[in-house]
T-cell receptor, first 116, second 111 residues
């Protein structure tokens, strides 16, 4: 299974600033996703990161707030822009090695973000 | 739409059994189960596919009722290591690969 590294693991940021989270995988993967997990809550899909094209965002999430890049098959970034305390969450990178719907996705350890 | 999980929380003694349920209002292609321990990444447990096929890596069983869009995870003879939050992730018939997770079930196994 793919090994996923996320950086930073945690951060405390001032409101109004932006934070870029990195997701690095030790092997080429077909699909990459970004999730948000608010404290004690479930995982909510933010977007699918597409290599070489714009990410596909879920309802309620927009590119201006959560710009995503995916320059190659092993790396993606998620930026949380113009942060407010409501953005305090754990942000998780998830990958799939193939497009087969019958196989599992893997998750990174997450980035714990606190906005003050 | 987020699948509904029940119960929200359960406390067991080591060796006891538990059942966690996951229900969706949409037609499902498959159900994926994950366990997340505090401060850690969700870990894959099992996939349940239409037609009854199961793919899993641990000694945990589950069922998938396609007609009712429901799945159940069976934890038998629970161990301390089973503690954590269990999430079902559903893959709808009309979507590509896009897991939508349930609200989660917190399980605590005590000695």
């Amino acid at each position: 299974s793919a090994v996923i590294s996320q950086k930073p693991s945690r951060d405390i940021c001032q409101r109004g600033t932006s934070l870029t989270i990195q997701c690095q995988v030790d092997s080429q993967v077909t699909m990459m996703f970004w999730y948000r997990q608010q404290p004690g809550q479930s995982l909510t899909l933010i977007a699918t990161a597409n290599q070489g094209s714009e990410a596909t965002y879920e309802s309620g999430f927009v590119i201006d707030k959560f710009p995503i890049s995916r320059p190659n098959l092993t790396f993606s970034t998620l930026t949380v822009s113009n942060m407010s305390p409501e953005d305090s969450s754990i942000y998780l990178c998830s990958v799939k090695e193939d497009r087969d719907r019958d196989t599992e996705a893997f998750f990174g350890q997450g980035t714990r973000l606190t906005v003050v | 739409q987020q699948p509904v999980q029940s119960p929200q929380a359960v406390i067991l003694r080591e060796g006891e059994d538990a059942v966690i349920n996951c229900s969706s209002s949409k037609a499902l292609y498959s159900v994926h189960w994950y366990r997340q321990k505090h401060g850690e990444a969700p870990v894959f447990l099992m996939i349940l596919l239409k037609g009854g096929e199961q793919k899993g890596h641990e000694k945990i069983s589950a069922s998938f009722n396609e007609k009712k869009q429901q799945s159940s995870l069976y934890l038998t003879a629970s161990q301390l290591s089973y503690s954590g939050t269990y999430f079902c992730g559903t893959l709808r018939m009309d979507s590509s690969y896009k897991l939508i997770f349930g609200s989660g079930t917190r399980l605590l196994v005590r000695p």
